[in-house]
């Protein structure tokens, strides 16, 4: 789904005026974009986003130092990139030639609409490259931020990682310290006609690579809360289960827990101890590390996920005799139901994922006979249907707290999207390849690899 994005006229008005004038064209053309069908593939909303205002903001190509013409030109290919996925501006398209020497020119930049202009520079040696970003607001005429990251020599994937946090650091300075979700990467299950495979890329879609599990079959990848460890169920060719975990960082493995019975959907809570549903007493329950069974429910419970202080969690239970989200605390209680169950009709709520902010809950339900994605509250109020075409499951947030990736399947086959909760915009992360259950990492911090 295309965005439309109104920016600032010529003339550098200043950001009160501008904020009038948006009021005043925003009243004239709300709905305007769900009128507009989506391209071919691509996912419809099922809410209508009205438009607001998205700053424009401008990427200078990278400067480079003798011997890294190469890595500036990855970093500007990057920063432009990372900065348009965020969903936070206006990226104005400018001709390379049209570059800024000394002190920007910032009349000019007002001019083309810009309210933010990116310059970067890479110096060093192709050994130790570092790259130097500057944010200028374009409006008061100064920079605004400036700093220095280290690159490391050699690596493509690390020095793109190194990028993403420099492209991260740019949004927080323009929103005032809001995250990014550049530098992450989503973990995903990936069938092949053998069995499965754990999968890991960029939150760009970029750098994808096989995680070594030596499993058959890989079910429903999780982080753990620093990004440095993934979790998963594995079965091997006799069709046993446990959990595995891999640390990412030394690519070391262990088994977490195994029995005869089976044990599935792991995610790990805030203080990072592991969680699993397992099937014990003919009901399958969530136990936690350390705690033990902490759901208290009739039927079975699945998919569990905590909210970030850890004192609540949600999971999917059949009590209805057919799924449901509930929302329980931690310490003990009465779960209570939070997605909409009627009774004799296909209302199944599933996999639900509690937002890094803890002001919402993705899951996914049955909508017209098909699974869609939806939020809510954490007390069930404000219900709000993402998507609408073709069938969308295993919502996993990102660290901003406003995008989300899904699996979604249609007539062109199995993809993983990613869509933007404030503004509706959605973006493929994968095709091509039956790709399924993703999980988004944390922000990664320096140092973090993957195997």
């Known amino acids: 789904m295309e965005l439309r994005r109104l920016r600032r006229p010529p003339g550098g008005a200043t950001r009160i005026e501008w904020a009038v004038l948006m009021a005043t064209l925003c009243a004239g053309w709300t ?14 909303l099922g809410l209508e986003y009205k438009p607001g205002y998205v700053p424009g903001l401008v990427v200078t190509p990278v400067k480079a130092s003798p011997g890294l013409d190469a890595i500036a030109s990855m970093a500007t290919d990057i920063l432009r990139r990372d900065l348009d996925y965020s969903d936070r501006f206006d990226i104005i398209a400018v001709p390379d030639t049209l570059q800024s020497g000394g002190t920007p020119n910032y009349a000019l930049w007002n001019e083309l609409g810009a309210v933010w202009l990116v310059t970067a520079d890479v110096s060093g040696s192709t050994a130790a490259p570092i790259l130097r970003v500057g944010l200028h607001d374009v409006v008061y005429g100064n920079l605004k931020n400036v700093q220095a990251f280290t690159l490391p020599g050699g690596e493509d994937a690390g020095v793109r990682m190194a990028v993403h946090r420099a492209s991260d650091a740019v949004v927080s300075w323009a929103t005032d310290g809001e995250p990014g979700v550049a530098a992450t990467r989503i973990a995903f299950r990936r069938k092949t006609s053998e069995g499965s495979e754990l999968w890991i890329v960029d ?56 029995t005869r ?25 969530v136990m936690l590390e350390g705690t033990g069974r902490i759901t208290n429910v009739r039927g079975d419970a699945l998919n569990p996920t905590f909210s970030p202080d850890g004192r609540w969690f949600a999971f999917e239970s059949d009590v209805t005799n057919e799924p449901q989200v509930y929302v329980q605390q931690v310490s003990g209680g009465s779960p209570r139901r939070i997605s909409i169950y009627t009774p004799n009709e296909r209302t199944n709520a599933v996999a639900p994922d509690w937002s890094p902010r803890g002001d919402r809950i993705a899951y996914a339900a049955f909508n017209g006979g098909v699974f869609q994605i939806f939020t809510v509250n954490p007390d069930g109020t404000d219900r709000r249907m993402l998507t609408s075409r073709g069938e969308s499951q295993v919502p996993s947030w990102g660290p901003d707290g406003r ?10 086959g199995y993809a993983l999207w990613i869509i933007d909760t404030v503004t509706g915009r959605s973006r493929t992360l994968t095709a091509g390849h039956v790709d399924m259950l993703p999980d988004w990492s944390p922000t990664l911090a320096a140092g973090a690899r993957a195997p």
């Open 31 to 44: 709905g305007a974009a769900s009128a507009q069908e989506p391209a071919p593939g691509s996912v419809r």
């Open 261 to 285: 019975d089976l044990i599935q959907t792991p995610t790990y809570a805030p203080d990072g101890r592991l969680a699993w549903a397992e099937t014990g007493s003919a009901r399958v329950q």
């Open 203 to 258: 939150s760009d879609g970029e750098n994808p690579r096989r995680v070594e599990t030596g499993a058959y079959n890989v079910f429903s990848p999780a982080f753990s809360p620093d990004g440095s460890r993934v979790a998963y169920q594995v079965q091997d060719q006799g069709g046993a289960y446990a959990i595995a975990e891999t640390n990412l960082v030394t690519g070391r493995r262990r088994t977490v827990s195994t």
């Open 403 to 412: 995008h989300i990736v899904f699996e979604s399947r249609d007539s062109q």
